[in-house]
């Protein structure tokens, strides 16, 4: 397998004869996926979207792919082609659009619907075009064709990439579920066509290579929803993506057979579902579907509540729940079904959820307990069955985590592709296709931009490092005004302390060790404001570590007068 022990320096220049690629995310995670490919002085892009912050980034709203690769070259932009409506493929579009609004923008009726309402809330008016499948585009240099897959949204879509260089076949985020819920399959016809045609490099969904045999159908979470729709003796409260419009149709059916009225909660699930709704997409039982505010008006045993925070967002709706901070309050005996795959990063989230609606003394059930949630991505199986349909002359799996990068590798290998022409790169890592054959030849700067409040790549590493001290240490400030020309301390040292220990009175003993370190530093002449603050910070640091065992901010503050 094309992959190397360190990662590679700069790239040369591009070729005028080679289709350049370059991942700007979605490699080595679950999330954030954008492809960047550039042949003959245009970029084309695949997919734009956001990875969620996991516990070590405190404070973090989003993060988004490192855009510093296209400075200077936005006008190259020929268009964005979006795979399907999911927050990871799509959550950064309006970031990039602040850049150059004009972008064309290729999906799906239903992707183009999803982002152009979140264009709406940033005030953006895109271009967009509607792709089908089978329909064929030109953008610049870029002959696209566009192929049907199934996914855990409706109208999602493969792209088959024509150039000079070569032909590149992205499948987006697949399955191959043979009983979808809208009748809509991977169009393998579709696959083994553009096979015999020559797919020089596999761009394959790497999230379920690791899991042997097939995905479970779709179609087998209805029955179970219906059997725990009838046991349930109050609430019934659903969790799951904002955009997953088969488990809110399931949901709708089963609450109409057991004569359960369903209200929405969380603006992005409300949103989503009228847009799916008002398309055709999500089909709702007549008089099923209620607003929130009618809920306090039914028994409980007529209520089903559809909401997100299948994750453990902490803003999302069902986290708001278990900690007691939203209008619906959890009680003894109402049920709770998490209709998700925990994404990984986020178990720790999902699992203090859980216990906190425990706590409440609701049921919850989920995946480990109950069939309740089948995965969107392809397994083993159905990858052989693509590279044995497609035979691809290489391969480049994309979307997953590295042990899942190496995992659809291997099945690659398995099927027959050379070693040597499955290429396994991280995210920055330049590929070039040339005469039908990829090769890394550098690597680009490829750092996570962090999305918090209104702030967009102001935070930095070491900020969230100080986010994490803050969060785990606490801090200690001291104050001191010291007189330069006389040399000596006028007031202080003032020592305040947060998360360190349980009363401030624990600092007397070091109090007159660091007033002595000050005025020890006066008499030899020091008189900046920095170089006293340090003496502090050296003074009370090794202090806090031997006596107390930790390792808190410290926040020296010098006045000279």
């Keep these: 397998m094309t992959t190397l022990p360190v990662e590679p320096g700069e790239p040369p220049a591009v070729d005028s004869e080679a289709l350049r690629i370059v991942a700007l995310g979605g490699l080595g995670e679950v999330g954030r996926n954008m492809t960047v490919f550039e042949y003959r002085g245009k970029i084309l892009i695949v997919d734009c979207g956001v990875l969620f912050p996991e516990e070590e980034q405190p404070g973090v709203d989003l993060i988004l792919p490192d855009f510093s690769y296209l400075e200077g070259r936005f006008d190259d932009i020929v268009g964005i082609v979006l795979t399907h409506g999911h927050e990871d493929h799509i959550g950064a579009v309006p970031y990039l659009l602040r850049r150059r609004a004009n972008i064309p923008l290729l999906g799906s009726t239903l992707t183009l619907a999803l982002i152009e309402a979140k264009l709406k809330e940033h005030r953006i008016r895109a271009t967009t075009r509607v792709v089908r499948e089978d329909d064929v585009d030109r953008l610049g240099p870029f002959d696209l064709e566009f192929v049907a897959v199934n996914h855990s949204i409706p109208d999602a879509l493969a792209v088959f990439i024509r150039t000079g260089a070569g032909n590149v076949l992205h499948t987006g985020d697949f399955k191959m579920d043979q009983l979808p819920l809208d009748r809509r399959i991977t169009d393998l016809r579709a696959f083994a066509r553009l096979g015999e045609e020559g797919v020089d490099l596999f761009l394959t969904d790497s999230t379920n290579a690791d899991v042997p045999g097939f995905t479970a159908p779709e179609k087998g979470i209805g029955p179970v929803l219906e059997t ?46 009228k847009i799916a709704q008002d398309l055709g997409y999500l089909h709702v039982p007549r008089n099923v579907l209620i607003d929130l505010r009618e809920v306090d008006k039914l028994p409980d045993d007529q209520v089903v509540l559809m909401c997100t925070g299948s994750q453990g ?19 003894e005996g109402d049920t709770v079904i998490l209709a998700s795959s925990l994404i990984p990063g986020n178990e720790n989230a999902v699992f203090r959820v859980i216990n906190g609606l425990m706590r409440l003394g609701a049921n919850v059930i989920h995946k480990g307990t109950a069939k309740v949630h089948v995965s969107g991505h392809a397994s083993a199986g159905e990858l052989l069955y693509c590279y044995n349909i497609v035979r691809p002359r290489g391969v480049m799996p994309v979307h997953g985590e590295w042990r899942h990068l190496l995992a659809n590798a291997q099945l690659a290998v398995d099927t027959g592709v050379p070693e040597d022409s499955v290429v396994l790169a991280e995210n920055g890592w330049v590929v070039d296709l040339k005469s039908g054959r990829a090769e890394v030849v550098g690597a680009v700067d490829c750092d996570y931009i962090f999305v918090d409040g209104s702030s967009v790549g102001e935070i930095t590493e070491d900020d969230l490092k100080d986010r994490r001290i803050l969060a785990g240490e606490g801090f200690v400030s001291i104050f001191t005004t010291v007189d330069a020309k006389r040399r000596e301390i006028v007031a202080g040292p003032v020592i305040h302390a947060r998360g360190v220990a349980e009363d401030d009175s624990v600092f007397d003993s070091i109090r007159p060790k660091i007033a002595s370190a000050v005025q020890e530093a006066l008499e030899n002449g020091t008189q900046d404001e920095h170089r006293l603050q340090q003496v502090i910070r050296r003074t009370i640091g090794r202090w806090v570590s031997s006596k107390l065992r930790r390792r808190p901010m410290i926040v020296p503050m010098v006045v000279v007068v």
């Design 228 to 273: 725990l729709f009838g046991t349930a003796d109050r609430r019934i409260i659903v969790a799951s993506f904002a955009s997953h419009v088969h488990r809110v149709q399931q949901v709708l059916e089963a609450a109409s057979a057991h004569g359960r009225k369903v209200a929405l909660v969380g603006r992005s699930m409300v949103r989503n579902m």
């Design 313 to 331: 967002e902490p803003m999302a709706a069902l986290s708001r729940m278990a900690s007691g901070d939203h209008r619906i309050e959890v009680g």
